[in-house]
């Protein structure tokens, strides 16, 4: 539902099932793996730009196909409600900063001897900031 709201758009969220015999050979009758791999889990649905579920509905236990008409003014509809571009944004309460310095995505720590860590703000401001 959230990927609808958020990209003004419809989704269709397919999920696998979990069947009894799928738990048994999973969890060997290990009541905390089953647990954390219930039976069923579906739960497959079209969502709409506004977020809500629309057309066909499945039980969480149930396989099948789901089905929805579409109306394709939503997507207007809810891109105009919505502001992602910050239009209405909060400067004093959010902002974002890019550091545009390279910076390497992989370092070796086998000798910590040259390494040397290099901030443009203290620490102690950033924990001062964060109190």
Same mark, same amino acid.
């Given at each position: 539902?959230?990927? !609808?709201?958020?990209?003004?758009?419809?989704?269709?969220?397919?999920?696998?099932?979990?069947?009894?015999?799928?738990?048994?050979? =999973?969890?060997?009758?290990?009541?905390?793996?089953?647990? =954390?791999?219930?039976?069923?889990?579906? &739960?497959?649905?079209?969502?709409?730009?506004?977020?809500?579920?629309?057309? *066909?509905?499945?039980?969480? *236990?149930?396989?099948?196909?789901? &089905?929805?008409?579409?109306?394709?003014?939503?997507?207007?509809?809810?891109?105009?409600? !919505?502001?992602?571009?910050?239009?209405?944004?909060?400067?004093?309460? *959010?902002?974002?900063? =890019?550091?545009?310095?390279?910076?390497?995505?992989?370092?070796?720590?086998?000798?910590?001897?040259?390494?040397?860590?290099?901030?443009? *703000?203290? !620490? !102690?401001?950033?924990?001062?900031?964060?109190?």
């Amino acid at each position: 539902m959230l990927y !609808a709201v958020e990209g003004s758009c419809f989704v269709v969220a397919a999920c696998a099932l979990v069947s009894k015999e799928q738990q048994d050979m =999973l969890c060997e009758g290990d009541p905390q793996r089953e647990a =954390l791999c219930p039976v069923g889990g579906g &739960y497959t649905k079209i969502y709409a730009p506004d977020g809500q579920s629309i057309g *066909t509905e499945l039980a969480d *236990t149930e396989e099948g196909i789901v &089905y929805a008409d579409v109306d394709l003014s939503m997507i207007a509809y809810a891109k105009a409600a !919505a502001d992602p571009a910050g239009h209405y944004s909060r400067p004093d309460v *959010t902002r974002l900063l =890019l550091n545009s310095k390279p910076q390497r995505p992989v370092m070796q720590f086998d000798d910590t001897s040259g390494i040397e860590v290099v901030a443009d *703000t203290p !620490a !102690a401001e950033i924990v001062e900031a964060a109190e």
